[in-house]
């Protein structure tokens, strides 16, 4: 059975870091693209970061501007998100995901994607 297992977040002061990491089991994520969500209360769920299977291409939300990393070590089958600068706005539950076709690209949209972790609340002080 596939499984997303999120950890890394907690809360930081504004201005701070944070690095989340998604480890992936139940089967080979090579040449599947994961990336990460985040949802904050009352908002839909919106893309932070994708990236490839092969880790050459990278997407980010408009709101990254800079800020996060994503990163993928494929002999971990870990994926990565390093956040810097965190601001209050970024206060949210972060999910992983992955997709489950082959070659789909950083696509940004929630309903691309069907595998999900349970998430990892990252909270923001100021």
């Known amino acids: 059975q596939v499984q997303l297992v999120e950890s890394g977040g907690g809360l930081v002061q504004a201005g701070g870091s944070l690095r989340l990491s998604c480890a992936a089991s139940?089967?080979?994520?090579?040449?599947?693209?994961m990336g990460w969500f985040r949802q904050a209360p009352g908002k839909e769920r919106e893309v932070v970061a994708v990236?490839?299977?092969?880790?050459?291409?990278?997407r980010y939300g408009e709101f990254v501007k800079g800020r996060y990393t994503i990163s993928r070590d494929a002999a971990k089958n870990t994926v990565y998100l390093q956040m810097n600068d965190l601001k209050p706005e970024d206060t949210a539950v972060y999910y992983c995901?992955?997709?489950?076709?082959?070659?789909?690209?950083?696509?940004?949209?929630?309903?691309?994607?069907?595998?999900w972790g349970q998430g990892t609340q990252v909270t923001v002080s100021t």
């Open positions: 995901t992955a997709d489950e076709a082959p070659g789909s690209g950083v696509r940004g949209g929630e309903e691309d994607y069907a595998k």
């Open positions: 990236i490839s299977g092969g880790g050459t291409m990278t």
């Open positions: 139940g089967r080979t994520f090579r040449s599947l693209s």
